[in-house]
Structures are given as structure tokens and as C-alpha cells.
């Protein structure tokens, strides 16, 4: 079976985000003042070919854990739909 997961990897909330705060100040510069706290991070989209959804579920958490994110700076979380 066919699964897709949706993986957003932000920086931790207790660092400071530059491309966040850059694109906050731009925002308001362009009079978009009631904007706040801007936090960019990355987004990654997977297929994963897997017998159940439990199984797709562990390998795109041991991918997270093992790859796509940096423990220290950045937290992650994941959807996993059916690929219909």
C-alpha cells in the first residue's frame, strides 16, 4: 500500500529564527503590522510504499529522526495519508 506523508520541520520555539524575523520586518514595512512572529522552516513530502500505515508511520519517524531534522535546533512533525 501507498502512503504519503507531510513532514513540517520548524526551528525549536526558544531560538531565534533570522528568516522569520527578516521576513516579520519586511511585512511590516509594507504595512502589514498586525503580522507577528514569523517562523519559516521546511517542508517535505514522502511516498512510502508499506504494509499498514503503523509501519509507514515508524520509517518516516526513523527518516525524521535519522535525516531530515537537527535535534538541537529544530522539532518535526508528520502526517501520513493513503495514496489513493
Known amino acids: 500500500m ?3 506523508s507531510e513532514i513540517d520541520v520548524m ?6 529564527n533570522p528568516q522569520g524575523k527578516a ?3 519586511t511585512l511590516h514595512n509594507n504595512g502589514y503590522n498586525e503580522i507577528e512572529n514569523v517562523r519559516i522552516g521546511k517542508h ?9 500505515k503503523e ?3 515508524k ?5 525524521c529522526d535519522k535525516l ?4 538541537i535546533m529544530e522539532g518535526y512533525q508528520f502526517q501520513i495519508t493513503i495514496n489513493d
Open 59 to 63: 520509517r518516516v519517524k526513523e527518516i
Open 68 to 71: 531530515l531534522h537537527n535535534p
Open 2 to 4: 501507498k502512503f504519503i
Open 11 to 16: 526551528p525549536l520555539k526558544a531560538l531565534l
Open 44 to 52: 517535505i513530502t514522502l511516498e512510502i510504499e508499506a504494509e499498514t
Open 23 to 25: 521576513v516579520t520586518m
Open 55 to 57: 509501519i509507514a508511520e
